[in-house]
């Protein structure tokens, strides 16, 4: 539940900063060295506002699922591998390396997840075409 509220509230922060951002005024030198300011239009500012704040959404999806994935799966086999143990207490060190080695593949999943987060808010390869 934590981690849904967070997401919300990182979610809003990034739609208000890049709103706050992108509706400053635009400062240009001319020839005279006079400096001119022009608003930017009120189209320009929403299509960039929700640029920024569909990669957020994006990315919180990509990181939420990715970690709902991996906790399931984390879960199921540590289940399978104690009632293993229960039924052959003896095979107990073998299951334990084989458990581990398992839940290090689904964690590796969740930070595939968290890889395509950080792409999404700090390499995103569409800003270049949005922010013109």
Same mark, same amino acid.
């Given at each position: 539940?934590?981690?849904i509220?967070s997401f919300?509230a $990182?979610? &809003?922060?990034? +739609?208000? #900063? *890049?709103a706050k951002?992108f509706? $400053?005024?635009?400062t240009t030198h001319?020839m005279?060295?006079?400096v001119?300011?022009? &608003?930017?239009?009120?189209?320009d500012? %929403? *299509?960039?506002?929700?640029?920024f704040?569909?990669?957020a959404l994006g990315?919180? +999806?990509?990181? =939420? +699922?990715?970690?709902i994935g991996?906790?399931?799966g984390? =879960? *199921?086999?540590?289940?399978? &591998?104690l009632e293993? %143990?229960g039924r052959n207490?003896?095979? #107990?060190k073998?299951?334990i390396?084989?458990?581990?080695?398992g839940?290090?593949?689904? #964690?590796?999943?969740a930070?595939?997840?968290?890889?395509?987060?950080f792409?999404l808010?700090?390499?995103?390869?569409?800003?270049g075409?949005i922010?013109?």
């Amino acid at each position: 539940m934590f981690k849904i509220f967070s997401f919300l509230a $990182a979610f &809003a922060v990034i +739609l208000f #900063e *890049s709103a706050k951002v992108f509706a $400053a005024n635009i400062t240009t030198h001319n020839m005279a060295g006079s400096v001119h300011r022009m &608003a930017a239009s009120h189209a320009d500012i %929403m *299509s960039k506002s929700l640029f920024f704040g569909l990669s957020a959404l994006g990315g919180g +999806l990509a990181i =939420g +699922l990715g970690v709902i994935g991996a906790g399931v799966g984390m =879960g *199921s086999a540590v289940r399978g &591998a104690l009632e293993s %143990m229960g039924r052959n207490p003896a095979m #107990e060190k073998k299951l334990i390396v084989w458990m581990i080695t398992g839940m290090a593949i689904m #964690e590796s999943l969740a930070l595939y997840a968290l890889l395509i987060t950080f792409i999404l808010f700090y390499a995103n390869p569409f800003k270049g075409i949005i922010l013109k």
